[in-house]
């Protein structure tokens, strides 16, 4: 007897815990949308998809929240599952990881064996020089029938500091992630980048630059390269990641 | 009733605890190691770890809810009966009946075991019920969606359509030549089992307390497969965090090697037909069109967890019968996807 009365207690627990974690997750995914930090997992296009999932979340924990008030008063009731403390755990694992870690974008520290010299992605209307991003731009890289055919072309972008033993003393990479849906197919690419000031910066800074595209040898490759006119420490943009 | 359960049906709560431990030490050691090899700050790997799982969380967590709460819809609102009376009866009838079943009974891998089971025990046509498991996870409209949303209406929407279709009809119809539906169940779970509502009063409830009770079941669902994701994306983030994109290349070319090798992570990671494409999407990069084909049509027919689901269900010769089935036959179709891709675009 005392020991039905233990377990009961026990499952009176775990339905609150059930309640405490799915409102969590609600709050999580109301948070991430207000704070803008939900443009550090997914592609803002998918927005809409976790605003409804924090308004389910918030339906069921209702629901848990109703039915296990309803349990107490009432003896009988049978279960569909049998949640357990473990699976509850498990459960609150991203709830726990979102509160200790601070929310961050993939930078340099992300980039895993290379950024690609290769577009992701189809590749839509052409844009203005100084409107293109890195994106955008190998994608022009792409279409040009030579590398130097681009020769002269004003560029203006934004992207990380990325260097490989390769790159010559006065050159790197200024990269960013692409993201089609979420981080789980965030891809690095580059475009090469020569400038004077390379050797005060260091790797993983955002930077804007400014400059015009001549083909040159670069890492053992001929291609358009970005030589730099101005180069400018600059804040990390808010939407980190380009959608190809 | 819940005393019952701890002495007999689980693991010991000390089992539990250790088990869980050891994986959280593994995760920080592995995190750990790479901090070191590759020389960066430990709490900078460990973040991009977490931007990574986070990341794959939050993006498939909203059809979890979606899927399970269509579950929740169909327990406490559909009978079975009432779909077997439209069904075919000879064997590639009811086997091709059974791949599109999904439709109505939109259920993911963790869900679609307990549904074919009450199908069997209902009597239907084994290549019916075959057809149905294999092919039910794939063939919702939900995980319709997350496919298009990931991949577009491109080559591999349409592959993974086409080669779910295909080896469902086949296994089943195959199976189905051989086994006779008493001979495919496990003694023990051809008697009853948990039939919804039904045991508990003979009056059917109002629709207010049914979609109460719908959105009950949904709730628990979320718990009990979101761990299975949990565990899922935590893997696969580590496998992007700590595994550079390089190796994972040499082991992804080649029309067969590239699909033997995505058909084995597709077991491994066992994650949710739900939320696979947006996993598959972190392979575009790296991997041959067929190996994503296989993997996206592979994954919610067998992983690991519906291999242990299976084996609480069904006979062992079965079992066997519908992993190795499975796979040889899309490893087969994501090799031809593949040479077919080489040839002609």
């Given at each position: 007897m005392t020991r039905q009365r233990e377990n009961h207690h026990t499952a009176d627990r775990i339905a609150q815990a059930k309640t405490l974690i799915l409102c969590g997750m609600g709050l999580y995914l109301t948070l991430l949308i207000l704070t803008g930090s939900l443009d550090n997992y997914i592609?803002?296009?998918?927005a809409w998809l976790v605003v409804v999932g924090a308004l389910l979340f918030f339906l069921l924990a209702l629901v848990s929240f109703y039915s296990s008030r309803e349990r107490a008063a009432r003896e009988h009731h049978h279960h569909h599952y049998h949640i357990t403390w473990d699976i509850a755990l498990v459960v609150a694992f991203p709830l726990l990881l979102a509160i200790l870690i601070p929310s961050r974008s993939l930078g340099?520290?992300?980039?895993?064996g290379g950024v690609s010299l290769n577009p992701v992605g189809v590749a839509g209307l052409s844009r203005s020089p100084l409107d293109r991003n890195i994106l955008d731009w190998l994608r022009e890289f792409d279409r040009?029938?030579?590398?130097?055919?681009?020769?002269g072309t004003p560029v203006d972008v934004v992207g990380f500091i990325y260097r490989e033993p390769s790159h010559p003393e006065d050159g790197f990479m200024l990269a960013r992630f692409t993201l089609s849906c979420c981080v789980a197919d965030a891809f690095p690419i580059g475009m090469p980048v020569i400038s004077d000031a390379a050797g005060d910066l260091a790797e993983g800074e955002w930077l804007r630059v400014q400059g015009q595209l001549k083909a040159s040898a670069f890492a053992g490759d001929f291609l358009p390269v970005v030589v730099a006119d101005m180069v400018e420490r600059v804040d990390e943009?808010?939407?980190?990641y380009l959608y190809p | 009733m819940i005393s019952h359960n701890a002495r007999h049906g689980e693991t010991p709560e000390r089992l539990k605890f250790i088990g869980l431990a050891s994986i959280a030490a593994l995760l920080l050691i592995a995190i750990g190691h790479q901090a070191n090899s590759s020389g960066r700050e430990y709490m900078l790997v460990l973040s991009v770890f977490a931007t990574r799982f986070l990341g794959i969380f939050v993006e498939a967590v909203p059809f979890l809810l979606l899927g399970s709460i269509t579950s929740g819809l169909i327990e406490t609102f559909i009978k079975s009966d009432d779909i077997m009376r439209f069904l075919p009866r000879n064997r590639l009838g009811a086997a091709i009946g059974g791949a599109f079943l999904g439709l109505v009974f939109p259920v993911c891998e963790c869900g679609v075991v307990p549904v074919a089971r009450r199908l069997f025990t209902k009597g239907s046509p084994v290549s019916l019920g075959v057809a149905f498991l294999l092919a039910a996870p794939f063939m919702n409209p939900i995980v319709f969606a997350s496919t298009y949303i990931a991949f577009g209406f491109g080559p591999v929407f349409i592959g993974r359509i086409v080669v779910t279709i295909l080896v469902a009809v086949i296994v089943g119809t195959v199976i189905g030549s051989f086994a006779k539906a008493k001979a495919v169940l496990k003694s023990i779970s051809m008697?009853?089992?948990?039939?919804?509502?039904?045991?508990?009063?003979?009056d059917e409830p109002a629709t207010r307390v049914k979609l109460l009770g719908a959105l009950q079941i949904a709730g628990d669902e979320f718990f009990e497969m979101g761990r299975f994701l949990i565990f899922g994306s935590m893997l696969a983030a580590l496998m992007q965090t700590l595994v550079p994109q390089e190796s994972l290349l040499a082991l992804g070319t080649g029309p067969v090697f590239s699909v033997l090798f995505m058909q084995i992570l597709a077991y491994v990671l066992s994650v949710c037909s739900t939320v696979d494409s947006f996993l598959a999407l972190a392979f575009v990069n790296t991997f041959t069109t067929g190996a994503i084909v296989s993997f996206l049509s592979f994954g919610p027919m067998v992983d690991i967890k519906s291999t242990l689901m299976f084996t609480g269900v069904f006979r062992r010769r079965i079992v066997l019968y519908l992993i190795l089935l499975p796979f040889v036959m899309n490893l087969l179709a994501g090799a031809v996807i593949n040479v077919i891709l080489d040839n002609v675009v």
């Open positions: 592609n803002q296009r998918f340099i520290e992300a980039v895993n040009a029938a030579t590398p130097a055919q681009l020769n943009p808010a939407q980190p | 008697g009853g089992g948990h039939d919804g509502h039904e045991h508990c009063d003979g």
